[in-house]
Every structure is written in structure tokens, then in C-alpha cells.
């Protein structure tokens, strides 16, 4: 397959004045060469460059995805504070706001959902303790015993309350 950068001498010279060459491209080295070789031709204009990434996602059934209010995060997201800061307020946001996108576009619902407690409470029995975590990576729980990496501990109940508050506000739906 002929790269973009080798069929430039044949674009330039098919294209009338003010015509536009587009490149599709899939790694950034690929795109520095695009860019270095039409600025050296020297007969087109300085090259814009943007990112994009499009997959679509295949649902069957009833699906949905819970994710929590973003004040949650924090307890996570444990970095020094300007980190923290931009992580939470930013990064999270931007990451909340594409799954909201792509969720629409595949008819997913999303529900947001109370973040308290989520990854110290036991999925398993509902047990609330601080000491059901005895490390970063991990979930113990100190009544039940129930162990599980504590971010799969904390998904499960992220993703219970989202069931538990989509049930919830669809009651109300039907009862309007
Ligand atoms: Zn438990």
C-alpha cells in the first residue's frame, strides 16, 4: 500500500491552487513524517494535524454504565495535591464526558451515582469499615471475609447503586 508520504509530488501536481491534501495516518511517527515531508515540498501550506478515534460499541440487551459523581474520585486519586487537583477537575471530567458521548450515540444509559463509601464498603454483605482495606491495592472484609482487588470491590458497588438508582428513577417514570 502506498504511504500518504510518497504520493505527495503526484498530489501536488493533480491539485488545482487552494486544493486540499488529506492523510490518514495511524502512528505519530508516521504523522512527523507526513508533516516534515509536505513542509519541505514547499508547495503547500503548514499542515494541521488532529487526532481523532471513532469505535463504535456493540450492545446487546439491557445495558448501563454507573459512574461516580465526580467529587468521589478524590478518594481514589490519591497524588500529591496539584496532581489531584488536575486529575480530578479535568482529566475525570473529560473522561465522564466521553463515556456520556459514546453512551448516547449506543442508546446506554448512564447513571451517576453517590461515591461514598464505595470502595470501603463490601460488596459482598454491605459492611462499612475503613479497616476492610488493608492496603492500597486491596479489599478485605472484616466481617464477612469476602476479599476481592479493592477497585473490582469498589466497581461492583459503584455498579450496584447504579442499577439500584436506575430502578429508582424509572419507578417514577411509570408511576407518572
Ligand atoms: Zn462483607
Not at 40 to 55: I, K, V
Not at 81 to 94: G, I, N
Not at 124 to 131: E, L, N, P, T, V
Not at 138 to 145: A, H, N, Y
Request: aromatic fraction near 6%; charge should be positive; hydrophobic fraction near 40%.
Amino acid at each position: 500500500m502506498l504511504a500518504p508520504w510518497e504520493c505527495i509530488d503526484a498530489v501536488a501536481e493533480a491539485l488545482i491552487p487552494g486544493g486540499m491534501l488529506c492523510a490518514y495516518i495511524a502512528t505519530t511517527t508516521q504523522m512527523s513524517r507526513i508533516v516534515e515531508d509536505l513542509r519541505g515540498h514547499g508547495s503547500f501550506a503548514e499542515p494541521y494535524a488532529f487526532e481523532t478515534l471513532l469505535r463504535s460499541w456493540h450492545v446487546d440487551g439491557l445495558a448501563g454504565i454507573a459512574l461516580e459523581d465526580l467529587g468521589g474520585i478524590r478518594e481514589r486519586a490519591r497524588l500529591r495535591k496539584p496532581q489531584r487537583v488536575t486529575l480530578h477537575s479535568w482529566s475525570f471530567a473529560r473522561l465522564g464526558g466521553h463515556i456520556a458521548y459514546k453512551a448516547r450515540r449506543a442508546g446506554v444509559a448512564v447513571v451517576h451515582v453517590d461515591p461514598r463509601n464505595t470502595s470501603r464498603g463490601c460488596s459482598a454483605c454491605g459492611h462499612i469499615d475503613k479497616s476492610n482495606r488493608p492496603d492500597q491495592a486491596s479489599f478485605r472484609c472484616t466481617s464477612c471475609g469476602f476479599a476481592e482487588h479493592a477497585d473490582v470491590n469498589a466497581a461492583r458497588n459503584i455498579a450496584a447503586r447504579g442499577a439500584a438508582g436506575w430502578a429508582v428513577s424509572h419507578a417514577a417514570d411509570d408511576a407518572a
